[in-house]
């Protein structure tokens, strides 16, 4: 199925840019903002567990606490909508949301156990800090889909890695022995236009054998 040319997609990742601030004036519609999440849930995950879960923030007094420990940075509160993921920790072998995953895979007998082996010597050596790293991986996938999906309709974004990660948890209620913040997501229309795009060339990126 070819529904996007080439250039157009790439035309799409140029104007797709850290936008450092939005037009608070301008709210995305819900329809858009469901599209935005849909492009989120569709995205690929390692063994397909889907490690994210995505916060919509729209009150104006969360949003406000939020960029007062993140660096102060104005797109949180020019945006129209903060997206934050959250990476999944519960992510073990016998973990119950993990055995309820393989169980969606229709998957039974010898078939559902040698794939809960592979899982389990993959993951369950690994210590808390790792598997949460792992997790984080999965959401920045769906971090890359969601800034381009937005940007393939017009809408701006600047992902947010700069937060003090205890007290954003805190503001949001996180549960934090199953979820810990991965990326805060900011939406929303551009007051300015994007800067040029700065990137090494092809042939410094790119080494074939
Ligand atoms: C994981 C990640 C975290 C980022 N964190 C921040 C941030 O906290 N504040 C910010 O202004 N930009 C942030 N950025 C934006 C980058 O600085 C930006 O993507 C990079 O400079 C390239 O510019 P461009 O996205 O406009 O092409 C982040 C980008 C990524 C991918």
Redesign the pocket.
Known sequence: MKTCSKEQFIAIMKD???C?LFDSSRKISEEDLNYILEVGRLSASSFGMEHWKFVVVHDENLKQAIREV??N?P?ITSSSVLIVILARKNLRSTDKYIQERFEAKGLSGDMLNGYLKKYSDFIDSRTDCEIVEWSKRQT?IA?ANMINGASAIGIDS??????EIDKVENILNIDKDLFTVS?ILPFGYRVNP??N??RQTIDEVVYKI
């Not at 600047?158 to 937060?163: L, S, V």
């Open positions: 797709r840019h850290a450092k993140s660096w940075q797109q920045y971090m600047c992902p947010i890695e700069g937060f990326i994007p800067k795009k700065l």
